[in-house]
């Protein structure tokens, strides 16, 4: 059984800065691509941004390039997802997901059908 747990959200203000993490567990647990999604009410879950394992690749979706930066600890098991200059726009239940993912295709970072593991989420609100 693999576990992914997010923790981090909550309520900030236009402007503000979160830090999510995402700490994984369980045996034989193995992954090539860990990502974040996102979810607002009644919209589809979209990609946030995506690290390898060794994590010398990262990739982000344009809404989030410049503001949002993801990381990894391997030893901890855990990625974080640092969250600058929030936007109300970013209100939503921000999920973690972890996959075998073939690494070489960034493309494929972003589609969730690739991922195998997920997290129950968390909310993140941005205040106006």
């Known amino acids: 059984q693999v576990t992914l747990v997010e923790s981090g959200g909550g309520l900030v203000q236009t402007g503000g800065s979160l830090n999510l993490s995402c700490s994984a567990s369980?045996?034989?647990?193995?992954?090539?691509?860990m990502g974040w999604f996102r979810q607002a009410p009644g919209k589809v879950r979209d990609f946030v941004a995506a690290?390898?394992?060794?994590?010398?690749?990262?990739h982000y979706s344009d809404h989030v390039k410049g503001r949002f930066s993801i990381s990894g600890d391997n030893t901890k098991n855990t990625v974080y997802l640092q969250m600058d200059s929030l936007k109300p726009e970013d209100t939503a239940v921000y999920y973690c997901?972890?996959?075998?993912?073939?690494?070489?295709?960034?493309?494929?970072?972003?589609?969730?059908?690739?991922?195998?593991?997920w997290g129950q989420g968390t909310q993140v609100t941005v205040s106006s």
């Open positions: 997901a972890a996959g075998w993912i073939d690494y070489t295709d960034t493309y494929l970072y972003t589609l969730p059908d690739e991922y195998e593991y």
């Open positions: 369980g045996r034989h647990f193995d992954w090539h691509v």
């Open positions: 690290i390898t394992y060794n994590g010398h690749r990262t």
